[in-house]
């Protein structure tokens, strides 16, 4: 079976530091720091489902307002010293009509403003732009405004109609509809509600630069009736019926394609055995920050076994349900669906064999939190964040102060639906309200 592909890197988004911090929200999954590294799994199934979201994304106009933006400010005869100042006047604007029309639901900056976010909105839709091809040019986000050149910043309509006489390429190519009459008028409601003409714009494009992705055929078959209705992607049924349309289409073809619907289901499993490995982790560093307080004489506080009582109830009432899922997993189908490290698999393979067998909470100490899971978790820890590690006995002593239940939340992932959901739902608005 051959494996889930994407065609998304992290490439035209941002100068290093930023690209930085992305990266570190991209390994979260809800604030939840990725320090076994099973990030990969949220990444890999997310960008074969859900090519160009990321988990900076809130709502689908955005893919209009960033290019909206840019070409507003080569209108106004922009140069290279206050291209820089006119698009944060810009989008300073946009977060001040959102505010008064939104409440703050979904706002890039809203939660800053007045002063302007770290990270604007082109920082999160920047991959989605290029991915749904509705930018196109020889700069990256990062030199867009550093070779700022407002005659070459241009619409994709405009080249068509032969409206620009060019002497060079375009520096940056928008492909979206015209910037709007009201753009930057103080007075205007501006909301995150597609027009008509919008949505099916931002559809047709989606399907067309997406077609062997989930996230298009979803698209594409979006109906007055039919839209995503549960939180969960696994438990989905409009998403497994577009996942059967990608396969059929795929069968239809003689390709020889992982099943989409089979790799949805699996992230029931992917999603079950994360959390059980962030419970496990969290579980042994508690347990050795308990040994550090006791070494040094201070006290214990009262939630000194919050993480692990939390995993003994995994094998009482709900948290069985993920214990079972996590055990049932196919990983073989998993490694067949996505790019597993080597470090991650060895991880996975330990875990599930352990909870398998597992019957009682009582052999949670002997089997989870145990020597060698102990030294498998603290080599991988250490070799993923060197000094950051918490686990190593002596060099983690520093990095555990201050450890406590609130440091890990020890949760599964959504392998970014909630993004993909929510645009799907934008659509769906714009389309059939």
């Not at 290093?16 to 929200?25: I, K, V």
Request: hydrophobic residues 40%.
């Amino acid at each position: 079976m051959a494996a889930l592909t994407s065609t998304v890197g992290w490439i035209d988004l941002s100068p290093a530091a930023l690209r930085t911090m992305r990266a570190e929200l991209e390994g979260q999954e809800k604030g939840v720091l990725d320090e076994m590294g099973v990030g990969a799994l949220h990444a890999g199934y997310a960008d074969a489902f859900f090519p160009g979201t990321s988990v900076l994304q809130t709502r689908a106009r955005y893919l209009l307002f960033v290019p909206w933006t840019y070409l507003w400010v080569a209108s106004r005869r922009s140069s290279p010293e206050n291209a820089g100042a006119l698009k944060e006047n810009a989008d300073a604007w946009l977060i001040s009509r959102l505010r008064e029309t939104e409440r703050g639901n979904g706002i890039i900056g809203g939660e800053v403003y007045p002063r302007p976010p770290v990270q604007p909105p082109d920082v999160a839709y920047w991959t989605a732009l290029r991915t749904f091809r509705l930018y196109d040019g020889s700069a990256s986000r990062a030199q867009l405004l550093a070779r700022w050149d407002r005659r070459r910043i241009l619409r994709r309509d405009d080249i068509r109609r032969g409206d620009e006489d060019l002497d060079q390429p375009p520096l940056g190519c928008f492909d979206v509809p015209g910037v709007p009459k009201w753009w930057m008028n103080e007075d205007h409601e501006v909301r995150f509600s597609l027009e008509p003409e919008e949505a099916q714009f931002l559809r047709d494009r989606l399907v067309a630069s997406q077609p062997g992705c989930l996230l298009g055929m979803a698209a594409s078959m979006l109906k007055k009736s039919r839209r995503p209705t549960s939180d969960r992607l696994w438990d989905d049924a409009f998403m497994l019926d577009a996942a059967r349309a990608l396969d059929e289409r795929n069968g239809g073809h003689g390709e020889r394609t992982a099943s989409v619907v089979q790799a949805v289901e699996r992230t029931r499993g992917a999603s079950a055995i994360a959390e059980m490995v962030r419970a496990i982790y969290a579980a042994l560093v508690e347990g050795q920050r308990e040994i550090d307080l006791r070494r040094a004489g201070r006290p214990t506080p009262d939630d000194v076994f919050g993480y692990r009582n939390g995993l003994y109830k995994c094998w009482s009432g709900d948290g069985k349900t993920t214990v079972d899922e996590a055990a049932a997993l196919d990983l073989a189908g998993l490694a067949g669906d996505i790019h597993l490290p080597g470090d991650l698999r060895l991880l996975l393979e330990h875990v599930q064999s352990r909870l398998q067998a597992i019957k009682r909470a009582k052999q949670v100490d002997a089997l989870l939190l145990d020597s060698s899971t102990r030294e498998l978790f603290t080599r991988i820890e250490r070799r993923r964040k060197r000094a950051r590690a918490r686990l190593p006995e002596r060099d983690g002593l520093t990095r555990r102060e201050g450890f406590d239940a609130g440091t890990v939340r020890a949760r599964g992932l959504d392998f970014r639906y909630q993004v993909a959901r929510q645009l799907l739902l934008d659509l769906h608005g714009g389309l059939f309200a």
